[in-house]
């Protein structure tokens, strides 16, 4: 094991727990074998993960000079299932920009829980508010594991629950080497010559997803332009089914790398 997973101490837990933990993290690896899609690979890792009682993740990769994860042209990858009324709030309050995960993440490379950052005396009120509203959406506490790259680049991965408990050490040692697993496997994906093909959206479908990644919910869309919430939302649904994504915020940013809209 590296020195990297070294630093997260062992903890005294019971034999049964060690072993079922070991053979939980031997099955993800299994079914990762042979799998070519990150949104697949996603799925697997969120499934993983709920073996910690952690039912929501968030992956975001960012180049060296970048200091949000909102979507924009290039190859950001974003992946996330938070609940969508927070992952609107999130990117409509700017919070990628002031999250302190990921400003502890640049120089960080070992995990660390939520918790650790909130109390941080350098953490401002400002990046606390962060943590003060996700938890009013149901992500009470949580970790981060920073995956850092080649020429600066790094990833983030969230793992977050829905409690105030935290998590034990030899836990986020299991999410830390899943979440390492998973970024190496998308950096490979990303950096295949394979062209992933966009796929073919109505006009219609184009003006939702736009307005979407513009940060707009389903109300404020079918008030732009001029049909109910219902169709946008039928319009949503059929996008992230084209996409093959699980969320329209992913779909959004999908849209955006493959060139089908633009800000």
């Known amino acids: 094991m590296s020195d990297q997973f070294s630093l997260v101490p062992a903890m005294h837990f019971p034999e049964a727990a060690r072993e079922a933990f070991a053979m939980e993290f031997s099955r993800f690896l299994d079914q990762t074998d042979g799998v070519a899609r990150s949104e697949h ?24 000079d970048q200091k949000g994860l909102k ?16 992952q609107q709030r999130y990117f409509e309050m700017g919070y990628d920009r002031i999250d302190p995960t990921i400003k502890r993440s640049r120089r960080r490379a070992e995990a660390f829980r ?9 953490t401002t009120e400002d990046e606390r508010r962060v943590f003060d509203e996700a938890a ?21 991965m969230n793992f977050a629950q829905a409690w105030d408990g935290e998590l034990q050490n030899r836990a986020i040692t299991y999410l830390q080497l899943a979440a390492l697993h998973f970024h190496l496997r998308v950096e490979k994906f990303d950096n295949s010559s394979d062209i992933e093909e966009a796929p073919n959206l109505s006009s219609r479908e184009k003006e939702c997803i736009l307005w979407t ?13 001029g049909i109910s919430v219902n169709t946008v939302n039928f319009h949503i649904k059929n996008i992230m089914r084209k ?17 089908i809209i633009e800000l």
């Open 41 to 64: 690979l996603f799925d697997l890792l969120s499934d993983f993960a709920l073996n910690f009682d952690c039912p929501w993740i968030a992956y975001g990769s960012l180049a060296p």
């Open 114 to 122: 939520w918790s650790e950052l909130y109390n941080d005396e350098s």
């Open 213 to 225: 990644a513009k940060g707009k919910s389903s109300w404020e869309i079918a008030k732009i332009v």
């Open 136 to 156: 009013t959406f149901g992500l009470r506490s949580g970790i981060s594991v920073p995956l850092h790259g080649p020429d600066g680049r790094f990833a983030i």
């Open 243 to 259: 996409m093959d994504t699980n969320s329209r915020t992913t779909a959004a940013i999908k849209a955006l790398k493959l060139r």
């Open 71 to 86: 979507a924009g042209r290039g190859d950001l990858a974003v992946m996330l299932n938070y609940p969508h009324e927070w």
